[in-house]
C-alpha cells in the first residue's frame, strides 16, 4: 500500500525519469500493481504478472539488467515475449525499512539502447538513487511537520534576498521561488509545480538534476522566447538530518555583479565638469565634452601625454544617465597587450578577469573609456568594431551577449597617420573619430597656465601645511614659461617636488634642481641627476614610505630601488 499511497509522488518521479534518460518508465509496487507508466500507448497496456523480469525485482531484491531479450532465457518463456515491444529493460528495487516495496522498470526500445546500456553502471546508480528518494518520500509525522516548518522559515529568508532564488523538491519541481525569480524569469507564470529544467533550460541545469552534484557561481548564458539570461549559477542540495530533502537555485544577473561592483569602488567616480571648469582652457573643450556627454555616441578625446584626457572621459560618464553604472578603463599601452584581449572580452579560466568576465561585460549599462587606443593591437580593433556595430560579443560556448556600454577613447597619435601607414584599423578611426574632443597642451595658453599653478601650489601648500611658502616673481615667470612637455602630468609632479622639499621663498635660481630653466642638456642632465638624489636623500630621512617617494618622484618602486643603490642612499 506504500508506494498506492504517495501515487502523486509516484508520477513525478517516474516522469522525471523518463524525461532525463529519454525511455518508458513502469513503478510497480510489491502487490504487481502498476503506480506509474510512461508508457505511451494505454491502448497497449504492460502487463505485470509473477512470471515477469520486474516480479523477479521484488522477490530477490536484486538488481536486473538486460540488453538484448533475445538473450535472455527467462524472457522466453514469458507468455507476452512475442508482442512484447521491448528491446532491452532495466529494473531496480525500492527498498523501506529493510523490505522490497516495489521496483522502478525502464522500458528500452532498440532505438536507446546506446544511450541506456552504453554505460549502464550509471543508469543503474541513477535509478537506485530515484529509488531511494522515493522511499524517503513515505516518511510521515514529525519529520513531515518539520519540513514544512522548515520550508516555511526558508521561504521567509529567501525573499529578503537580492538574488533569483528557487527551492525544488528531490526530483526538481519547484516548491517556491523568490520576487526576483520572478522579476528575471517573468511575472506572468507560476512557476510552482513547474519542472526546473523546463524554466531554465540550461545544461548546467540537466546536470545537476541527473548527479546531484552542486557547484557555484558558474557563469552562464542563455535565451529562451524573449528571456535573455547572462550571470553566475549556482544550484546545491538541501539537507536536513543526513537526507537530501530538495534543491536550491540561485542566479545573480550580470547586472547585479555590476553594482556590486560599483559599490566597492569599481565606479569610484569623482571628477566632474564642476572641478574641471577652472583648469580647462578654452571652455569650448568642455562644452563640446558635455555636449557629447548626454548622447549615446562614441568619443575620440585627442591631445598630448598629460593633458587630462582620463579626466575630461570620467567627467563625461559623471555627466550622462549612466553616472550611477560602471566606468572601467582599459588601457591599451604594450604592457598588457598579451593579456588584452580576454581582458576585454572575457575568459572564463583566466586569473585575469573578474569571475571570468571580460570589462566590456562588467561596463554593461555603463562607460568604457580607452586609453592609448592607438596601441591596441589591429586584430583585436576589428574585433572591437563587430561590438561597437552589432552590440554584442562572443565567447566560446556561447551565443552572442548583448551589451549596452558607451565607449569613449583617447590618444596622443595621430591616428589618421597610423591608418595610411596600415597601423591602424580605418573603420575603428572613422567610427571613433567622428566626435573628436581636442585638449590643447598647457603652453598654449599662458594665463590659464599661471592660474592653474596658483591653484595647484595651493593645493600642496595645504597638503603639507607649509602656508608660508612663497614663490619669486622670477620663479614663477620661468614656471609659466616653461613648456610643460609632459602637461598637467608632469605640472604637478614638480610642484608637489617644490613644495614638498623647499621652505620659505622659491627662487628663480633654485627651480634648476627641479629641472626647469636649464636649457644645457648635459648640465640640465647632471643637475637632475643632483636633484634627484637630494630628493629621494629628503624623502628617506623624512620617514615617508618608499611607496609614497615613489609616487612623488613619479617612478616605480623597482626604479626607486635601482636610484637608492646607485646613489649608495
Not at 473 to 501: F, H, Q
Not at 514 to 539: C, Y
Request: net charge neutral; aromatic share 10%.
Amino acid at each position: 500500500m506504500l508506494l498506492l499511497e504517495i501515487k502523486s509522488d509516484v508520477e513525478k518521479f517516474a516522469q522525471v525519469i523518463s524525461k532525463i534518460l529519454e525511455v518508458e518508465v513502469m513503478i510497480v509496487d510489491s502487490y504487481l500493481r502498476t503506480i506509474s507508466n510512461t508508457y505511451r500507448y494505454p491502448e497497449k497496456p504492460m502487463h505485470v504478472h509473477q512470471m515477469s523480469i520486474i516480479a523477479q525485482v521484488i522477490s530477490t531484491g536484486k538488481t536486473i539488467a538486460i540488453e538484448d531479450k533475445n538473450n535472455y532465457e527467462t524472457c522466453k518463456l514469458c507468455r507476452d515475449f512475442e508482442k512484447c515491444e521491448m528491446k532491452g529493460f532495466l529494473s531496480v528495487p525500492i527498498n523501506y525499512k529493510e523490505e522490497v516495496i516495489g521496483a522502478i522498470a525502464l522500458i528500452v526500445p532498440k532505438n536507446k539502447i546506446e544511450h541506456v546500456f552504453g554505460n549502464v553502471n550509471n543508469s543503474i546508480e541513477f535509478l537506485e538513487q530515484m529509488a531511494d528518494l522515493l522511499a524517503s518520500k513515505i516518511q510521515k509525522g514529525d519529520d513531515y511537520n518539520n519540513l514544512n516548518r522548515i520550508k516555511h522559515e526558508r521561504e521567509v529568508i529567501m525573499d529578503s534576498i537580492d538574488y533569483a532564488m528557487a527551492s525544488m523538491d528531490e526530483l526538481g519541481y519547484i516548491t517556491y521561488y523568490n520576487k526576483r525569480f520572478k522579476q528575471y524569469f517573468g511575472d506572468k507564470t507560476d512557476y510552482r509545480g513547474m519542472f526546473i529544467r523546463d524554466v531554465m533550460p540550461h545544461r548546467y541545469v540537466n546536470d545537476f538534476l541527473t548527479n546531484f552534484s552542486e557547484f557555484f557561481d558558474r557563469l552562464i548564458y542563455f535565451e529562451r522566447d524573449d528571456l535573455q539570461l547572462y550571470g553566475f549559477l549556482s544550484c546545491m542540495n538541501i539537507n536536513i538530518n543526513g537526507s537530501r530533502t530538495g534543491m536550491l537555485l540561485i542566479f545573480k544577473p550580470i547586472s547585479d555583479v555590476n553594482v556590486q561592483l560599483n559599490e566597492i569602488g569599481y565606479n569610484n567616480i569623482r571628477t566632474t565638469f564642476g572641478i574641471l571648469e577652472e583648469d580647462f582652457s578654452p571652455k569650448r573643450v568642455l562644452e563640446e565634452a558635455k555636449r557629447l556627454s548626454v548622447t549615446q555616441k562614441t568619443a575620440l578625446i585627442q591631445g598630448e601625454a598629460g593633458v587630462g584626457k582620463d579626466l575630461i572621459a570620467k567627467a563625461m560618464h559623471s555627466f550622462s544617465n549612466r553616472a550611477k553604472n560602471c566606468y572601467v578603463t582599459v588601457n591599451c599601452d604594450s604592457i598588457y597587450r598579451e593579456l588584452l584581449e580576454e581582458s576585454l572580452f572575457g575568459d572564463e579560466l583566466s586569473k585575469h578577469t573578474v569571475g571570468g568576465l571580460g570589462k566590456l561585460q562588467l561596463a554593461d549599462k555603463g562607460t568604457i573609456y580607452f586609453s592609448k587606443i592607438e596601441q591596441m593591437p589591429v586584430y583585436l580593433q576589428k574585433k572591437l568594431v563587430e561590438t561597437l556595430k552589432s552590440g554584442t560579443i562572443r565567447r566560446v560556448g556561447m551565443s552572442e551577449i548583448r551589451v549596452d556600454v558607451r565607449m569613449l577613447f583617447s590618444t596622443s597619435a595621430d591616428l589618421k597617420q597610423l591608418v595610411r601607414d596600415g597601423l591602424f584599423d580605418e573603420e575603428l578611426y572613422y567610427r571613433i573619430s567622428e566626435n573628436a574632443i581636442y585638449v590643447p597642451p598647457l603652453r598654449d595658453d599662458k594665463e590659464s597656465l599661471k592660474r592653474l599653478i596658483d591653484r595647484r601650489l595651493k593645493f600642496y601648500k595645504e597638503k603639507y601645511k607649509k602656508f608660508t611658502l612663497s614663490i619669486d616673481p622670477k620663479a614663477m615667470d620661468m614656471l609659466v614659461e616653461y613648456s610643460w612637455p609632459e602637461n598637467r602630468r608632469e605640472l604637478d609632479r614638480v610642484l608637489d617636488n617644490i613644495v614638498s622639499l623647499s621652505n620659505g621663498s622659491v627662487a628663480a635660481s633654485a627651480l634648476a634642481r627641479f629641472g626647469i630653466g636649464e636649457e644645457n642638456q648635459v648640465a640640465k642632465t647632471f643637475l637632475i641627476s643632483d636633484m634627484e638624489k637630494e630628493s629621494i636623500s629628503a624623502l628617506l630621512s623624512s620617514n615617508v614610505s618608499k611607496d609614497e617617494i615613489a609616487r612623488r618622484l613619479g617612478l616605480s618602486r623597482a626604479t626607486l630601488y635601482r636610484k637608492i643603490k646607485k646613489y649608495n642612499l
